[in-house]
């Protein structure tokens, strides 16, 4: 009795994982060996589960429908207009106080100099963080406003926005002043999509030598 009641637990417990019993379903060793679990551990042959089912062949985030696997633009432009304004803001009080220490090098080290030190390199990198805050504002907008009129989103709309930006920041300063802002914006972003495409034109050209 004892024993049959152990034959029954043991193949009820069988049957429940996938394995034991006569005739149970299961895997051997021999048929998870080919079974590739990229990224998984080895999963235990008396489970009752195919590990095929259990490979993720899938991205890992889930995106709504029609949404971008990159950021926009619009997601981007938070970002490149604090680190403008960061950066500038840094810049300016290096920059500051340079100047001041040269402007106050024949006078001792006291609190005036201190002060004047202190309000130059203050000023300095307000000025350089709303500069480069500014710039990067209108870029972002022209990106944005570009990439929704086209419907695309490449290097094209990187060059016409930096050219857009420098022409509107330097409009106050007549055709000439404009003509060099569009210049600089234009050759600045142009640089710009070149260092990003660089590695695909390398490739490109290393395909077409062979």
Wanted: aromatic share 8%.
């Amino acid at each position: 009795m004892e024993g049959s009641a152990g034959n029954s637990k043991g193949s009820g417990l069988g049957g429940f994982f996938g394995a034991g019993g006569v005739g149970g379903p299961g895997y051997s060793h021999a048929d998870l060996a080919g079974v590739p679990l990229t990224g998984m551990n080895p999963l235990s042959p008396y489970l009752n589960v195919d590990p095929r089912y259990l490979i993720q062949d899938t991205d890992e985030f889930i995106l709504p429908t029609g949404a971008s696997k990159t950021r926009g633009r619009f997601e981007l432009a938070f970002f490149t207009i604090g680190g403008c304004c960061i950066t500038g803001a840094a810049f300016g009080a290096l920059n500051g106080l340079r100047l001041s220490l040269k402007e106050t090098q024949s006078m001792a080290w006291s609190k005036p100099r201190n002060v004047q030190i202190l309000n130059m390199v203050t000023r300095h990198g307000a000025l350089w963080g709303n500069t480069l805050g500014s710039l990067a504002l209108l870029y972002s907008a022209f990106g944005v406003i570009i990439e929704k009129t086209r419907g695309a989103e490449d290097d094209l709309n990187t060059v016409a926005a930096g050219t857009m930006t420098g022409m509107l920041y330097k409009s106050t300063s007549g055709l000439r002043g404009i003509a060099r802002g569009g210049i600089a914006g234009l050759t600045l972003t142009s640089l710009y999509a070149l260092y990003n495409n660089w590695e695909h034109m390398k490739g490109s050209v290393l395909r077409q030598s062979l």
